[in-house]
C-alpha cells in the first residue's frame, strides 16, 4: 500500500518545499524521474502493520511531466500479512498513475489511481476475495493541509467488496526549512465487512538530514482486536499504538 506509512505524504511535503527552493535557483526540467529506498522498523499502512510489526525495506520510482502535472510511479515493500492470511508472496508492488497542480487561491488538486499488486497471493482460492486492489483518489489540499478520498473499484486487501473507501485528512507542518510537524487522522470503510472498519491517526516529525531522510511518528487505531489479530494476521494485534522510525534516501 502506497509508501511507507511514515514517508507518504510527509514527505510528499518535504519534496514540494525542496522543489520550491530549486525551481528559485534553476528552471525546472520539462521531465523529472527520481528514485528513493527506505528502511522501517514496521510498515503501517492506514495504521495497520503490514509487516506483522517486523522490519520492513522498500524502493521505488517517480516519473513527473513537470508543465502538465501528469505523474507515474511505482514502488515495492516486504510484507507479511498475504502469508499470514493463508496465501503467498511476500512483496507489495504499487503503480499509480495521475495529475497534480494548482486551483488558485492557495489550494490544490492531486487525482489519480493506484493498482496494489501481490505477486501470486493466491488469496482469492483461499478467503474468496483477491488481496490485489485498485483504487481512484481524489485530494484537496491548502498550504501544508489536505483532505483526500480514495474509492476501491475492486476487491479490497482481501477484506471488502468493491466500494470500499478510505478517507483522510492531514498536516504536514514546516517547523523550520528541513522538519515538518506530521499530523493525520483517517478512517478505512469495507463494503460488506463492517467488523473491519476502523480509524486511524499519527503524529510524527519528518526531518531532511541532506544525504537522508528520517522520520518518526506514533500510530494508532481503534481496530477491532479480534478482527486485526487472529490467525490471518499471525495472532498479533496488528493495530496496536506504537512509535515507527524510518529511514529514507531519494536520488
Known sequence: MKKLILASAMLAAFSANVARAEEAAAP?????????????????????????????VSAGADYVHNPTGLYLGTWLSSI???????????????????????????????VGGLYYYYPNNNLKAAVGKSADTFEIYGQIG??????????????????????????????NYPI??????????GHQSYANAKDFN?????IGLTKDFGFVSGAIAVIGTDADKTSY???????????????????????
Open 198 to 202: 476502523y480509524s486511524d491517526w499519527k
Open 176 to 185: 523550520e526549512e528541513t522538519l515538518f510537524l506530521n499530523l493525520h487522522y
Open 28 to 56: 525546472v526540467p520539462e521531465h523529472a524521474v527520481s528514485y528513493n529506498i527506505g528502511v522501517a522498523s514496521e510498515y503501517r499502512y492506514r495504521g495497520i502493520s503490514q509487516s506483522k510489526k517486523d522490519p520492513a
Open 80 to 110: 507479511k500479512w498475504v502469508k499470514d492470511d493463508g496465501g503467498d508472496g511476500s512483496v507489495e508492488w504499487d503503480i499509480y498513475g495521475g495529475k497534480r497542480g494548482e486551483i488558485g487561491g492557495g489550494f490544490s488538486y492531486d
Open 229 to 251: 489479530s487472529g490467525a490471518a494476521w499471525g495472532n498479533t494485534y496488528v493495530g496496536s499504538t506504537t512509535a515507527v522510525v524510518s529511514l529514507t534516501k531519494a536520488f
Open 142 to 171: 491548502y498550504g501544508p493541509a489536505y483532505l483526500k478520498y480514495s474509492h476501491s473499484l475492486t476487491d479490497t486487501f482481501a477484506t471488502g467488496d468493491s466500494s470500499s473507501y478510505y478517507i483522510d485528512a492531514g498536516v
